[in-house]
């Protein structure tokens, strides 16, 4: 393995790293707007184009055509890549925070798909920026890898039966607030 091979893997990590940072603040930082501006605790930051209502997963998506084409056409490296990750993490998560919307056109903002989709994604973000190259793979890792792979999937489920309660308890609330603040 040379020593190129070597930087450029680490520095796929490092990457992912600010990705998945960047895509849970944004994430965060969304859900707490959108929240903060139904409850009229803070101005209306929402932009209307004929009246209607622009979701910010168009501005995830348009950004994510930004990033995409500025990858391709330029291939950034160094601090330029770096940003460029910052920025691909913001997109990722503009765009998935409204993912319920994208199965269900005109459903609520607050689908636990999109909760759902944010987990899948943080997930796979952080097994590339964390996990173990596959070629290092030993036999020796294979009961370490079932055991890790029984803890993952009982972690998963008490997320989602976790989940599945807080959404039967606030969701009424959350849902009442989307109504109320509807034109």
Not at 122 to 138: C, D, H, M, P, T
Not at 146 to 173: C, E, K, M, Q, S
Request: hydrophobic residues 50%; charged residues 15%; aromatic residues 16%.
């Amino acid at each position: 393995m040379t020593t190129e091979h070597t930087i450029r893997r680490e520095t796929a990590h490092k990457l992912a790293r600010y990705t998945l940072f960047s895509f849970i603040v944004t994430f965060i930082l969304s859900r707490t707007f959108v929240f903060l501006i139904m409850a009229d605790e803070m101005p209306n930051l929402y932009f209307f184009m004929h009246g209607t209502h622009v979701h910010h997963l168009n501005y995830g998506i348009f950004l994510l055509a930004a990033v995409c084409g500025y990858s391709v056409f330029r291939r950034p490296t160094g601090r330029k890549a770096e940003i460029t990750a910052l920025l691909y993490g913001v997109a990722m998560g503009l765009t998935f925070d409204e993912f319920g919307m994208w199965l269900h056109l005109g459903g609520s903002y607050w689908q636990r798909v999109s909760v759902d989709a944010v987990i899948v994604v943080s997930a796979l973000f952080g097994i590339v920026a964390f996990a173990r190259s596959l070629k290092k793979f030993e036999r020796r890792h294979f009961w370490a890898f079932i055991i890790l792979l029984v803890a993952l999937f009982g972690f998963a489920l008490v997320i989602y039966t976790a989940g599945n309660r807080l959404g039967d308890v606030v969701g009424p609330t959350l849902h009442n607030l989307e109504d109320a603040s509807s034109p």
